[in-house]
């Protein structure tokens, strides 16, 4: 299953000269093993989604974790490839995982309720709506912190979801919302094949995956956060 592609290493992603084989998967199916031996493996979970409430700018959702397994045996057989799907408003995103043994835990999603409430747990923390402190991810699938609420006042504005490379900011009152944290960056593949395969982010010669999304605001008059780099959205 997935779709094949082939690059020769450059000392930067493999070994100089080596040629490597690479599946990818944007979708749920099976890995089939037809000769034993070694394997890396990248993957990366579905994102969470935003929140909002009409007066309380919610927090942005965050990034999709991302875990790589270097070197992994694999004896002959199959492997069911799940791809988890970025979660709808409210809902953390859903876990990725190949066969039984390897799997990363979806994004957080963002707070919507201004006070003490905090953005909801995941590979990465969901923002905090105004008044609200960022909730910090889970290691070893990314770990970031989403951005703290700004004040109940103003813009009511939500912080950003961290990515699986940065931290989410925090919303300003005078300002808007916080932006998503920047995604990671992963070397497995090259950018020609992430190109081909729509996978990821190419900038500057980097591959970026699980950029957290933008906080919200409540009101008229002020600035529009951004999603991470890495497929954050705003």
Do not use: K, W
Not at 213 to 230: E, M, R
């Amino acid at each position: 299953g997935g779709t094949f592609y082939t690059y020769t290493g450059d000392g930067s992603n493999g070994v100089l000269g080596q040629t490597y084989n690479v599946y990818i998967f944007t979708g749920s199916g099976t890995l089939n093993v037809t000769v034993p031996g070694y394997a890396d493996f990248l993957i990366v979970s579905g994102g969470g989604g935003g929140n909002y409430t009409s007066s309380n700018g919610g927090g942005g959702g965050a990034g999709g974790g991302i875990l790589t397994y270097t070197r992994e045996y694999l004896n002959s057989g199959s492997m069911t490839v799940t791809v988890g799907a970025g979660g709808a408003s409210t809902a953390i995103g859903s876990h990725s995982s190949i066969g039984s043994s390897y799997a990363v835990v979806g994004g957080g999603t963002g707070s919507g309720t201004a006070g003490t409430l905090s953005g909801y747990v995941g590979a990465n923390g969901g923002g905090a709506a105004c008044g609200g402190t960022g909730f910090s991810g889970i290691t070893p699938f990314g770990g970031y912190t989403g951005g703290n609420g700004g004040a109940a006042s103003g813009a009511f504005a939500g912080g950003g979801g961290a990515g699986a490379g940065g931290n989410g900011t925090a919303g300003n009152s005078a300002v808007g919302g916080g932006n998503g944290g920047i995604g990671g960056t992963i070397s497995l593949i090259t950018t020609t094949i992430a190109t081909s395969a729509s996978v990821g982010v190419v900038s500057s010669g980097s591959i970026y995956f699980g950029g957290g999304g933008g906080g919200g605001y409540s009101g008229i008059g002020y600035t529009n956060s951004s999603g991470g780099l890495g497929g954050g959205g705003a």
